[in-house]
């Protein structure tokens, strides 16, 4: 199975800051994911981060306020831009198994926005 | 796109009792159903999957079911412990190919499973 790590783990920040999110895969996968948690809540996902190319976003997320890169096959940064309080959540990074099917996801980080 | 329901939202067993927890999907296309335990400030964890080709899997103390014709799957946990409570999460997909939208996983609402003593 992959394993995902993620930096920052959490953090406080400003509203109108923006944070950069890293999620490092230790395998290289076909497929990683960027999803948004509250507390209590299911997951939801943000985009699909496309190696090489722009990435894939979900209704009501769009890149100018989540841009994503994805330079390789086991890297990937999700930027939450302009920040506001209702952005304070908890923003997971997936990566689906080479074979295609397992889903793993990395420990999260933990947003709160003042 | 692809809807999935689940149920109950809350679910308090005791030690040793069986907990069962159901979801439907919409999308008759999905192929993939996947199982997720999320224990409180951790990542969530795949602890069992199944795929539209089997009926039935188990796992120890852990099984899911499938009936694909009703468009619903169950997860079983029999002689459950106090370590079983957690929130559980359903998920379905219609995964692989490698590439395009019906790709990503869509998941239920969760379950909040509590094993009493």
């Known amino acids: 199975s992959a394993v995902i790590s993620q930096k920052p783990s959490r953090d406080i920040c400003q509203r109108g800051t923006s944070l950069t999110i890293q999620c490092q895969v230790d395998s290289q996968v076909t497929m990683m994911f960027w999803y948004r948690q509250q507390p209590g809540q299911s997951l939801t996902l943000i985009a699909t981060a496309n190696q090489g190319s722009e990435a894939t976003y979900e209704s009501g997320f769009v890149i100018d306020k989540f841009p994503i890169s994805r330079p390789n096959l086991t890297f990937s940064t999700l930027t939450v831009s302009n920040m506001s309080p209702e952005d304070s959540s908890i923003y997971l990074c997936?990566?689906?198994?080479?074979?295609?099917?397992?889903?793993?996801f990395g420990p999260g980080t933990r947003l709160t926005v003042t | 796109g692809e809807n999935v329901e689940q149920h109950p939202s809350t679910l308090s067993v005791q030690e040793g009792d069986s907990a069962v927890i159901k979801c439907t999907y919409s999308d008759s296309a999905s192929n993939y159903f996947p199982w997720y335990k999320q224990e409180l400030g951790k990542r969530p964890q795949l602890i069992i999957d199944?795929?539209?080709?089997?009926g039935e899997k188990k796992d120890q103390r852990i099984a899911v079911t499938l009936n694909k014709t009703a468009k619903h799957f169950s997860l079983h946990i029999t002689e459950t412990q106090p370590e079983d409570s957690a929130v559980y999460f359903c998920a379905a997909s219609t995964g692989p190919p490698l590439t395009g939208g019906g790709n990503k996983l869509t998941f239920g609402t969760g379950t909040q499973l509590k094993v009493e003593l």
């Open positions: 199944i795929r539209s080709n089997v």
């Open positions: 997936s990566a689906r198994d080479r074979r295609g099917y397992e889903q793993y």
